[in-house]
């Protein structure tokens, strides 16, 4: 069967030869395009799963409850649906259409942020983020299999970091809402709106950041068509065919790459815990720790961290474009490692700094790298993983991310605050400890990783040539 071509291509079927099928990628205009509504999408499920980390304190003392329980919400009750739906939304963006997967994903996630702000207690809340979890499994096996097929391999690893845009993009909308919905709550109780009387700050905050990611939705599923799959099949790479439902062909492929994926997968979720840890409680320790409040501590970051941590994703992107021009097939894991290091040295040195116009500064550089993982993780995974299973091994690495980095990242720092470093300022210790253990951890996946990554990407590419 073949599949559908897309406005400037031309149908490509399975027999096609390898000089027919270059010919027929998408036009570059349209394929950035669909980047970009791509971008938005990420953007918008990163806004609404972080922006409660700007809420901490407010749903805290509203539904009495502690920081532990707060970094359940973070990371539990948003990565149980997250990772255990991530493997079946794998297996449908292998074999089924991904647009209308990740549109009714979109809708899904934001129909549940908008619930989070009817919660009337931690098991209301709890429920509402495992929906939004439900929903965002989607973003991940979608996007990177609808990517790696728009753009060639060259060309990939710059669409992945304008992709990953949209997770500091997030981030920024996130600080942002929350701190323009902190002001409008103030101004809608003081002006006695009847419909905002009975509601908290953070409520209003979570109806107005859930509701514009369903206008999101009908634009994708609207203006973006499926592609053609592209790449190195399982029978190319010498791997078993995709039948049924089955893992024995990733467990294959993975298997006869297990350093290569262990590195990849391993180092970048390492190096995310620490970003979670951050993203759950780097507000908390400024309100702690400096006095700020959260609508001053939410404009600053948004205004100045984010477009910084904008660039780095850019810079990730080219940068990984560069080195391989350069015949460095280990571009990837190069990046990773780079981030571990910046987060080891200056994340850690943010979390302790006596003044917040240090912390602030610290945070900034830190900021650059805060996405080079995450852009890593999907161009290698693309880069070394034959097409038919993109969609699992993605899954595969947001059911990791989930399990580990979204769940523990937000927990430990809870845990650390409640029993160990315990008082007000005691999550400065806390989110330190925790950015310092991830870095080193990182490092020592990576490191002797490295070579054997190189290895696979040189082996799928010679594949590729000789398809």
Same mark, same amino acid.
């Given at each position: ?23 027929? &990628? ?17 953007? #918008?499920? $990163? ?16 539904? =009495? @409850? ?29 074999? &089924? ?104 700050? &953070?409520?209003?905050? #979570? #109806? ?11 634009? #994708? ?10 790449? $190195? ?13 089955? /893992? ?26 620490? @970003? ?15 006095? &700020? ?39 990837? @894991? ?11 040295? @200056? ?12 912390? /602030? ?30 969609? =699992? ?28 470093? =315990? ?34 990407? =040189? ?9």
């Amino acid at each position: 069967m073949t599949d559908m071509a897309l406005p400037g291509e031309e149908p490509v079927a399975p027999s096609a030869s390898a000089a027919d099928a270059a010919k027929a &990628w998408p036009r570059p205009a349209y394929a950035w395009y669909v980047v970009v509504v791509l971008l938005m999408a990420y953007g #918008f499920a $990163v806004l609404d799963r972080t922006a409660i980390g700007l809420l901490v304190d407010s749903i805290k003392s509203d539904l =009495q @409850i502690t920081d532990s329980q707060i970094g359940l919400l973070q990371g539990l009750a948003f990565a149980i649906c997250y990772t255990t739906c991530g493997i079946p939304l794998g297996f449908l963006a292998d074999r &089924w259409r991904r647009t209308p997967l990740l549109a009714i994903g979109i809708a899904v996630w934001s129909a549940a942020t908008v619930l989070c702000g009817a919660a009337r207690s931690f098991g209301m809340l709890f429920l509402a983020r495992v929906g939004v979890g439900v929903g965002e499994a989607s973003v991940t096996p979608t996007s990177i299999s609808l990517i790696a097929d728009y753009f060639p391999p060259e060309r990939r690893a710059k669409a992945f970091s304008v992709w990953m845009l949209g997770s500091s993009l997030g981030t920024g909308m996130a600080m942002l809402f929350a701190a323009g919905a902190i002001s409008l709550s103030d101004h809608l109780h003081a002006t006695g709106v009847a419909w905002a009387e009975h509601l908290k700050t &953070w409520q209003i905050t #979570f #109806f107005l950041i859930g509701a514009p990611g369903l206008l999101v939705s009908l634009v #994708f599923a609207l203006t973006v068509r499926e592609p053609a799959r592209r790449g $190195v099949s399982l029978a190319a790479d010498g791997s078993p065919p995709a039948t049924g439902v089955s /893992l024995k062909p990733l467990w294959a492929v993975m298997k006869a790459n297990k350093r290569a994926y262990l590195a990849l997968i391993g180092g970048p979720v390492l190096n995310v815990t620490a @970003i979670y840890a951050q993203i759950g409680w780097m507000p908390a320790l400024f309100m702690r720790v400096h006095d &700020w409040g959260p609508a001053k501590y939410g404009t600053v970051n948004g205004l100045i961290s984010v477009p910084v941590a904008m660039c780095g994703a850019i810079v990730a992107g080219w940068t990984m474009s560069y080195l391989t021009s350069k015949g460095r097939n280990d571009a990837p @894991i190069l990046m990773a490692m780079g981030d571990a290091v910046v987060r080891l040295l @200056i994340g850690t040195a943010a979390c302790l700094a006596p003044r917040p116009e240090i912390a /602030l500064a610290l945070m900034v550089v830190a900021s650059v790298t805060s996405t080079w993982s995450y852009a890593s993780a999907m161009t290698g995974l693309s880069q070394i993983t034959p097409n038919e299973l993109r969609g =699992q091994v993605a899954a595969l690495y947001t059911l990791c991310t989930g399990l580990i980095s979204m769940t523990l990242g937000s927990f430990i720092v809870g845990f650390l605050s409640d029993q160990v470093f =315990q008082g007000p300022t005691g999550v400065a210790a806390s989110l330190a400890t925790t950015y310092a253990g991830c870095s080193v951890l990182a490092l020592l996946v990576l490191i002797p990783g490295r070579k054997f990554y190189a290895v696979a990407e =040189q082996r799928i590419r010679s594949a590729e040539q000789a398809a």
